[in-house]
């Protein structure tokens, strides 16, 4: 089972227990956050395609920790006119544990899918 979740202007494939880095949440570190923005789900009964969100679909995640990325280095010039610009730059991410994949059928029932180790 898999699902493609959209967060801070980005898509990623999911699956129960995979650990991604997204854009920063506002959230403290070892608790947990729901992301309903589900953008398609797999799973036994087949593919679903949101217009544009699933409808009843969301994805829970466990908050690992917060960091900074790789530092990137914009550099501008201009030749023989001794102008130089150098900026770094290093975005912020949250790092996030995927839990559970959650779809609510059209008859109101629930279904939840965990990994199991």
Known sequence: MYAVLATGGKQYRVSPGDVINVEK?????DSAVELTEVLLVSDDDGLRIGTPLV?????????????????????????????????????????????????????????????TV
């Open 25 to 29: 949440l506002a959230v403290e570190a």
């Open 55 to 115: 409808a009843g679909a969301k994805v829970t995640a466990k908050v690992l920790a917060h960091g900074k990325g790789k530092k990137i280095i914009a550099f501008r010039y201009k030749p023989k006119k001794h102008v130089r610009v150098k900026r770094g730059h290093r975005q912020l991410f949250t790092q996030i544990q995927i839990e559970s994949i959650q779809i609510e059928n059209a008859q109101s029932e629930s279904i939840q899918i965990e990994q």
